[in-house]
Structure formats: structure tokens, C-alpha cells
């Protein structure tokens, strides 16, 4: 198991929790104020084999923050995160696909409906997330009753 350094030195484990939700806050306000965009995971990593200039070095350098964040986490507390994936192969693969068909269904991903759109109060992406959350409570409320 992970070693978790907060653990017996009276630093309650949700410090981490909320400074990256406020790095996230950070990073998608730097966004639309820098740079005028919305910081959705889909669009950024989709731009990334279209986009020129100016933009796809901003959406690299985005995506490749994304990607560092877990080996920063763990230089700064001695542990990589907690993760546990108990699905096959198969059904990731099918789970991403999915993903990926809905993020493109949907114009746009959790991340731009969810962080960015709702803190714009847009409309259309108070409809997302409120469809995000209905069909993820669904999916969950079927999977356990034919696990059961």
C-alpha cells in the first residue's frame, strides 16, 4: 500500500483534494483569461493534431501539465497516488471509445461543461452535467443491480 504522509501527522487528507481543485480553478481561469479558450480536455487534446501556432503550444503545454501531475504528487509526497482499476482491458477500451463518442455528442467533456461552463453559468452546460450526473447515477444503480 502507498505510503500516505499525512497519515499520523495531524494533516487531514483533504488538503490534497483542495489545493488541486484550486489548481484546477487556477489553470482553467488562466485559460480563458490568457488565452480567451475554455480549458476542456477534449478539445484541447483534439486541437492538438489540427491546431498551428500559437495554440497548439498552449494545448501541449496543458495536456503535458495533465500528465505531469501525477509524477509531481508523488515527488512531493513520496508516494504516487492511490489507484486501483479492477475492469478488463477490453472494457477500458470500450469505456474510452464511449467516452470519447459522448465527449464529441455532447460538445465537450466534463472538465469544459463542468469547471468551466458552470462557473460561466452556460446554459448549455448546466444541461450537460446535469446529464452527465443523471446517466453516471443510472450506470451505477444497473451495474449494481446485475451485480446483485
Known amino acids: 500500500m502507498a505510503r ?6 495531524g494533516v487531514s487528507p483533504y488538503w ?4 488541486g481543485g484550486a489548481l484546477i480553478g487556477l489553470s482553467v481561469g488562466a485559460m480563458l483569461i490568457f488565452h480567451g479558450r475554455i480549458a476542456g480536455v477534449s478539445g484541447l ?19 503535458a ?13 513520496g508516494a504516487w497516488p492511490e489507484m486501483r482499476i479492477v475492469a478488463s ?7 474510452g471509445l464511449l467516452v470519447g463518442f459522448g465527449t464529441r455528442l ?7 461543461h463542468g469547471v468551466a461552463g458552470l462557473a ?29
Do not use: K, Q
Open 45 to 63: 487534446v483534439a486541437g492538438l493534431g489540427t491546431d498551428r501556432g500559437e495554440r497548439r503550444w498552449v494545448d501541449s503545454a496543458f495536456v
Open 4 to 9: 500516505r504522509p499525512w497519515r499520523g501527522s
Open 120 to 148: 460561466r453559468l452556460s446554459p448549455r452546460s448546466i444541461v450537460a452535467v446535469f446529464t452527465f450526473v443523471a446517466a453516471g447515477m443510472l450506470t451505477v444503480a444497473l451495474v449494481r443491480l446485475a451485480a446483485a
Open 89 to 95: 482491458v477490453p472494457v477500458l477500451i470500450v469505456a
Open 65 to 77: 501539465g495533465l500528465m505531469l501531475g501525477p509524477p509531481a504528487f508523488a515527488g512531493l509526497s
Open 16 to 19: 490534497a483534494s483542495l489545493a
Open 106 to 112: 455532447g460538445s465537450g467533456c466534463t472538465s469544459g
